[in-house]
């Protein structure tokens, strides 16, 4: 059963860049595709983008100019890297894996605050 | 691209039925049969219940279905019991390789 743990820093400064890691256990993340997602406090969930092994990737028309996921197959990870955050960036931000269409598995999400 | 339409919240009494509907567009709901649902119990993660609007994966029970008329998708969930309060979110497709997901809506069993 392939597993996903989120890591990175739960503060960030507004104007500087969120930068997290998924790192995918149990399984080679050379099978699927994989995905961020984030739910501000109280609210709903928001689909950020989707990265393939081979460096293929997609991101929210929203927060294109924003957003860069990268992936390294040797450490079996992938990243989000969001810039020019603001508080509005807060939220909780889950990985997920991402197969036809449904996110079948996810990590168990990490809290991200914006504030100075 | 804009989130789909849940109700905020639905409710139901034990052993009933409950629909969530989710309301979309021509452009990812009314034009691909790729729907998802997810449960999301408070401070976990989503849970995939449904997949391709009607399928459950393995090990979800078969009291939650799904169907599509046009560009809305419904969550069924037969014989409520009290672990099924949670909030529930449907997903779709939306073309050009992007993802939306609809606002989200709470069930409470009464």
């Known amino acids: 059963q392939v597993q996903l743990q989120e890591s990175g820093p739960g503060l960030v400064k507004p104007s500087e860049t969120l930068s997290l890691t998924c790192t995918v256990s149990g399984g080679s993340i050379t099978t699927d595709y994989w995905s961020w997602v984030r739910q501000p406090p109280g609210k709903g969930l928001e689909w950020i983008g989707y990265i393939y092994y081979t460096g293929s990737s997609n991101y929210n028309p929203s927060l294109k100019s924003r957003v860069t996921i990268s992936i390294d197959t040797s450490k079996n990870h992938f990243s989000l890297n969001l810039s020019s955050v603001t508080a509005a960036d807060t939220a909780v931000y889950y990985c997920?894996?991402?197969?036809?269409?449904?996110?079948?598995?996810w990590g168990q999400g990490t809290l991200v605050t914006v504030s100075s | 691209q804009s989130a789909l339409t849940q109700p905020a919240s639905v409710s139901g009494s034990p052993g009933q039925s409950s629909t969530i509907s989710c309301s979309g567009t021509?452009?990812?709901?009314?034009?691909?049969?790729?729907v998802s649902w997810y449960q999301q119990h408070p401070g976990k993660a989503p849970k995939l219940i449904l997949y391709e609007g009607t399928y459950r994966p393995s090990g979800v029970s078969d009291r939650f279905s799904g169907s599509k008329s046009g560009n809305t998708a419904s969550l069924t969930i037969s014989g409520l019991q009290a672990e099924d309060e949670a909030d529930y979110y449907c997903c779709s497709y939306a073309g050009s390789s992007t993802w939306v997901f609809g606002g989200g809506t709470k069930l409470t069993v009464l």
């Open positions: 997920a894996g991402l197969r036809t269409s449904r996110f079948g598995q």
């Open positions: 021509s452009s990812d709901v009314g034009s691909y049969d790729l």
